[in-house]
C-alpha cells in the first residue's frame, strides 16, 4: 500500500529528521514486503491500516498527542513484521521487536523511543495493557479493534485467521482459538481506554460471543 510508505516517511521524518531518504525507503519497503508475504490473510497490511484508523480516531479524542501518533503508527508497522503461525509463544514478537530496535537505531531515532516502540511491539503478545490512557493502552485498543468491527469485517477476520492455519485440523483449532478468545469475554472490559470501554466493549463481546459460539461444536 503505497499510502502506508508515505505514512511511514513523514512519521519518521518527524521522529528522526536526520534519517537518511534511502534508509528510510528502503526500510519502509522491507516492512511493506513482510506484510504482502503469501501465507498471511490477516496480519497484512491492511490490519496495520485500520490501526492508523484507531490512532487517528484517538489522537482526535485526545487520548494520545500527535507525537505518539507517529510512534504508535511506526511501531504498528513493525509489531507483525516477522509472523510465523506455527512459531512457538512470544517468538513473532521478540523478532519483530528484535527488527524495529536495529532499524530505528540505525535511522537515529532517540533511545527513548526505540525503546517504546520495542515495548509496545512485545506487549501485543497478552494484550494485557493496564487500563487507563496514553500510548500503551491507545496501542492495545488499535491492536484488538476488530474484535469490535462491524460483523461482516469481524466475520472476515475470524475466516483470515482459519486460513493462516489451513494446516490445523478443525478440532485443534477450534480448541486452541477458543483459548486465545475466551478469556476477553471473562475480563471486565476488554479495552484499555475509557473511550475504547465505552465505544468499542459491547460490540466486541457480541462479536466474540458469536465467534465462540460457532467454534465450540468443533471442539471435541
Not at 4 to 29: F, M, Q, R, Y
Not at 64 to 76: F, K, M, N, P, Y
Not at 109 to 132: C, F, M, Y
Request: overall charge negative; charged content about 30%; some cysteine.
Amino acid at each position: 500500500m503505497p499510502a502506508l510508505l508515505t505514512w511511514w516517511k513523514l512519521d519518521i521524518g518527524e521522529l528522526a529528521p536526520a534519517a537518511h531518504g534511502d534508509a528510510v525507503e528502503a526500510i519502509g519497503a522491507d516492512l511493506l514486503r513482510r506484510l504482502d508475504e503469501r501465507h498471511r490473510r490477516y496480519h497484512t497490511a491492511r490490519h496495520v491500516v485500520e490501526m492508523y484508523g484507531v490512532f487517528e480516531e484517538l489522537e482526535r479524542e485526545g487520548v494520545i498527542s500527535g507525537r505518539e501518533a507517529a510512534l504508535a503508527r511506526v511501531a504498528a508497522c513493525f509489531h507483525d513484521a516477522v509472523y510465523e503461525p506455527a512459531a512457538v509463544g512470544g517468538a513473532n514478537e521478540a523478532d519483530s521487536a528484535e527488527l524495529a530496535v536495529r532499524a530505528l537505531r540505525s535511522l537515529g531515532l532517540a533511545p527513548d523511543d526505540v525503546e517504546r516502540v520495542r515495548r509496545l511491539v512485545l506487549d501485543t503478545e497478552q494484550h494485557e495493557a493496564p487500563v487507563g490512557e496514553g500510548l500503551g493502552a491507545a496501542f492495545h485498543d488499535a491492536d484488538l479493534w476488530i474484535l469490535a468491527a462491524p460483523q461482516e469485517r469481524f466475520d472476515e477476520y475470524c475466516a483470515q485467521v482459519r486460513e493462516e492455519y489451513a494446516a490445523v485440523p478443525d478440532p485443534a483449532y477450534a480448541a486452541g482459538r477458543s483459548a486465545v478468545l475466551e478469556p476477553f469475554l471473562r475480563r471486565d472490559t476488554i479495552y484499555a481506554t475509557r473511550y475504547g470501554q465505552r465505544t468499542w466493549g459491547d460490540r466486541a463481546r457480541v462479536n466474540l460471543a458469536r465467534e465462540m459460539a460457532r467454534l465450540a461444536p468443533l471442539v471435541r
